[in-house]
């Protein structure tokens, strides 16, 4: 099997954690890593990548025929431009979320589909197995889902970060935060049709105008709902979720990072998996459902992204990147509820 050699366009944090991600990876590996700052490029190379060449500028990490592969790690105001450039060169994309809005997503993902190369959103909880798991156990634990209830918070307040920049990141907490919740929706949820019902409520930072907070439901036209609540504002890490069906229900108190081997947790003692709740059960009769796994879900992302790019056909091509259309349409929803 060749190595994926892949070319991160960024230097920012969630740049980092895919490098590293890459260097535990079986079938791919950080090749280059541009920046609009050389030496910012060449530190963060030395720093996450060992032998990685460093250059300046996305244009000349496309002319490297060493990366076959690009991972866009910038603003969300960026990402179209430099992914089309990248498809046009050729390489596959591996793109951060959130994207402007459904038809900007829309154009790159017809653009890969053109160019015969693969698009993929940077969703790390989708290619946990638990995801999968959980899906195919629907049937037996809670038979059909109707509602999900989210809620994500991140403890954060650096109002010099891009997330709280409009101008960069123009949905704020919504597209950072309540894309999670979204995806979950669906992952688990799965409605058939259009959301009929959209209400949303925002919160903005009072000196940045950027979104901190956001409340929102979605009621769809099958008659399933979610809610999420997300933000950066109770001063701790909540990634709580309650799948609720028509038998029981599916709880996580981490579905967005498990706190088992995740980015930024390495707990040997805990278990990835989720608790089911069927009838008068208690704490005590709860059954948690063990999902094992021994490599982070981010590893398992850029593994998969590599297999797909390999060896996916076109019908796998557009099977990856459905589910990034489903989120962004519900996120632009949600965005033009808020008032």
Not at 77 to 104: C, Q, T, Y
Not at 174 to 200: C, F, I
Not at 229 to 235: L, P
């Amino acid at each position: 099997m060749t190595s994926l050699g892949f070319g991160i366009v960024g230097t920012g944090f969630i740049a980092g954690v895919i490098a590293e991600a890459l260097s535990q990876a079986q079938g791919a590996h950080l090749a280059a890593v541009s920046s609009r700052d050389g030496a910012r490029a060449r530190a963060f190379a030395d720093h996450h990548g060992g032998n990685a060449a460093a250059v300046e500028g996305h244009q000349a990490l496309l002319a490297r025929d060493d990366v076959a592969a690009v991972y866009v790690a910038v603003p969300t105001v960026a990402k179209e431009e430099i992914a089309l450039a990248a498809i046009a060169a050729g390489r596959h994309v591996l793109v951060d979320k959130p994207f402007l809005n459904e038809a900007s997503a829309r154009r790159m993902i017809d653009a890969a589909h053109a160019a015969g190369v693969l698009f993929m959103d940077a969703t790390h909880f989708t290619h946990h197995p638990r995801t999968h798991a959980l899906r195919a156990a629907l049937a037996t634990t809670i038979a059909t889902p109707r509602s999900l209830h989210t809620a994500f918070y991140f403890p954060f307040s650096d109002k010099t970060n891009i997330r709280l920049n409009p101008d960069q990141e123009p949905t704020g907490a919504v597209g950072d935060m309540a894309w999670y919740s979204l995806r979950a929706a669906v992952e688990y949820l799965a409605p058939q049709g259009a959301p009929q019902t959209v209400q949303a409520l925002a919160e903005r930072d009072p000196d940045t105008g950027g979104v901190v907070r956001a409340t929102g439901l979605i009621g769809f036209a099958d008659g399933t709902s979610t809610t999420f609540d997300v933000g950066y504002t109770a001063d701790t890490l909540a990634m709580d979720l309650h799948l609720i069906g028509t038998t029981g229900i599916v709880i996580m108190d981490d579905f967005v990072l498990d706190w088992a081997n995740s980015f930024p947790f390495k707990n040997t003692g805990l278990k990835a998996g989720y608790v089911h709740r069927h009838g008068m059960a208690s704490h005590a009769d709860a059954r948690f459902i063990e999902v094992a796994s021994d490599t982070p879900q981010q590893v398992l992302m850029v593994d998969r992204f590599a297999d797909l790019a390999r060896t996916g056909s076109a019908d796998d091509r557009a099977r990856a990147a459905a589910p990034t259309l489903a989120t962004q349409a519900l996120l632009d929803a949600v965005w033009a509820a808020i008032p």
